[in-house]
């Protein structure tokens, strides 16, 4: 893969979710450990056009693969089972291979946290994020942002939520609110008074705790916003 591929768009279809800016080896981890599906969608970052997970030369070695029959799988079947038993063998501690799994998982989950980055303008170009490559600005005037940002020194600071569409805010309620009930209450206004769905973009500053993240985007995921949403995005990038 060249150079200007080393960072993808991940379309996750069974939750709706895109991530940006997700570089190449990040994206065949996913599909290692069966987090991407064959019909889940990609393309290179910057462009407009999807391909399947299953249709990429890239990923496909990838991809779980079940084991054909082989020709002794009916002798084997077969045969009698032993029954005789054994002791198991005892292993000194230092033998013993460590899981790696959960090691993987966590930090997989910190890189994600670590590079999210805001892809809208106006206001949200006043919550700071992590420095993106090879981003590129929404051009879609509709596209709603929903801004965290954290108020206040050291351990004291608390989140600042506000709303913006497109690259300007469009009511003075929709800035410094203090709760993500406040913000939700502001998008479905807005949703209100529009017939279309639209896509959203969640920018957080890098300092917010990521369970702040994991729940606005839970809440998104429920009526009555679920239906009215056509796409969610969150920035991720390498830096």
């Known amino acids: 893969m060249t150079e200007k591929r080393r960072f993808l768009d991940v379309w996750i279809i069974e939750s709706n979710t895109v991530y940006r800016e997700v570089p190449f080896t990040v994206v065949a981890d996913w599909v290692q450990q069966g987090r991407l599906l064959e019909d889940d969608m990609l393309r290179p970052s910057g462009t407009a056009e999807w391909f399947r997970v299953g249709g990429s030369p890239d990923f496909t070695p990838y991809l779980p693969h079940s084991e054909p029959d082989r020709v002794d799988d009916q002798a084997e079947a077969l045969e009698p089972v032993e029954l005789e038993f054994r002791w198991k063998k005892h292993h000194d501690e230092e033998d013993d291979d460590v899981d790696m799994i959960p090691l993987i998982d966590v930090s997989l989950v910190l890189l994600i946290f670590f590079m999210l980055t805001a892809s809208g303008v106006s206001i ?90 994991r729940d606005l985007t839970a809440k998104l995921e429920s009526e009555p916003f679920r239906d009215r949403i056509l796409q969610k995005y969150v920035g991720v990038s390498e830096k």
Do not use: C
């Open 124 to 213: 949200a170009a006043f919550t700071p994020t992590p420095p993106a490559e090879y981003g590129a600005l929404s051009s879609n005037p509709d596209e709603v942002q929903l801004n965290i940002n954290l108020e206040g020194e050291g351990d004291n600071r608390k989140p600042v939520y506000s709303m913006s569409v497109g690259n300007k805010v469009l009511d003075e309620k929709d800035t410094n609110l203090r709760t993500t009930d406040e913000l939700l209450s502001r998008l479905k206004a807005h949703l209100d008074k529009i017939s279309n769905r639209v896509e959203i973009t969640i920018n957080a500053h890098p300092d917010v705790k990521s369970g702040l993240v």
